[in-house]
């Protein structure tokens, strides 16, 4: 079972490796191609994503969770639609470098509302796309388009959040229900052992849960869970 | 590399200086867990990064560009729109290509179609959207913005 559910994980990586070895075999010269154009979005990748991923842990350690929810939380009202427009504009990289970044805000309180506006912004408003646009389509172009997708997404992001609930967000299930440890994706970094020693240990490269062992201080065991960089304990 | 890029990068080291003085084991925390999203994050973006290049051989932007200045605007929306839906290009190729479309006359309504779901709705990077935020989330987002995408375009079109 746990061999299809990691096929099942897996299938758009999968799909992907066969649709490039079937490229290969039947038009080598446009697998080549494919290779060449993805170079491109290699090096976008390393340019933003490494910094993205140190911006992230060190906002998630040291931003304060009552700020996030005063800024960005449901109580937020106009203040927080505001300030995640402007987070998610003066950002770059593609969207899927907004993704890390906003898992860690919603799990200091950022509503699913601020979340959606944060997303979206970041993918089609973020200002060095704006100036590029302007340059190409004129200014007059760029700005109906922009003032057109701040209201669209205004209202957009009310209606997700009015269907969308925190609960259906993976990391923000809780961990009342006993404690569990996934260990196919533990990557034995060894931080919960050192948060939470008398509940966690390590065997061989990976953690597992001391056996026998009661989550005491509800704490330290949080603080292990939101240590944890591949959300491993649930 | 762009400003913003490089203004990221230069806020990020002094925050990490910053962070290196006030606590050092909390920065040493900081990268490790940094490291680790990486690690976790890596293969699914590389799998998105090479789904694109692939697509953009089967289907390059100037193939879709022919395409959809042959339609009746209706349609060349929908498939404009259909096609953004689909890739992912960096707007340095799709804005000078919807220049070049708009400048030869194409309505601008499958323009703006095509420029919005391009960057704000993500087939290939659903998986990855996915895993991060869960199903319900990822398919309302992505739904509603391929949406508004359509209507942003409409009303542009009445606008200019």
Known sequence: ?234 | MDVFTMAIWAGTLIFLLISLAKDREKTKKALRMAFGMGRGMVVSILSIIFAIGLILTVLPPEEIARFVSGQSVLAATLVAALIGTITLVPGFIAFPLVGTLVGAGVSVVPAVAFLTTLTMVGVVTFPLEKKEFGVKFTAVRNGLSFVFAIIIALVMGVII
């Open chain 1, 1 to 234: 079972m746990s061999v299809l559910k990691k096929l099942k994980g897996n299938l758009f990586i999968i799909i992907v490796v066969l649709a490039y070895m079937v490229m290969f075999i039947v038009r080598p010269e446009m697998g080549m191609a494919s290779v060449k154009n993805s170079a491109y979005y290699i090096k976008e990748m390393l340019m933003i994503m490494p910094v993205i991923f140190i911006l992230t842990a060190l906002l998630d350690l040291w931003l304060p969770k009552d700020k996030v929810i005063r800024y960005l939380g449901k109580e937020a009202g106009a203040k927080g639609v505001v300030f995640s427009f402007v987070l998610g504009s003066i950002s770059a990289g593609p969207v899927y470098a907004a993704f890390p970044m906003c898992v860690m805000l919603h799990k200091k309180g950022a509503s699913i509302r601020n979340l959606v506006i944060i997303l979206s912004s970041w993918a089609v408003i973020k200002i060095p796309m704006l100036l590029n646009e302007a340059k190409f389509l004129g200014l007059k172009f760029m700005a109906i388009r922009w003032v057109l997708t701040v209201i669209a997404i205004i209202i957009f992001s009310w209606i997700t959040a009015k269907i969308v609930r925190d609960k259906d967000l993976p990391e923000a299930a809780p961990a009342q229900t006993g404690l569990s440890l996934n260990r196919d994706a533990c990557m034995g970094c060894s931080l919960c052992v050192k948060h939470c020693p008398e509940l966690f240990e390590m065997e061989g490269k990976k953690a597992r849960i001391r056996p026998g062992s009661e989550p005491g201080d509800k704490e330290k065991l949080r603080q292990a869970m939101e240590a944890c960089p591949v959300k491993a304990i649930s």
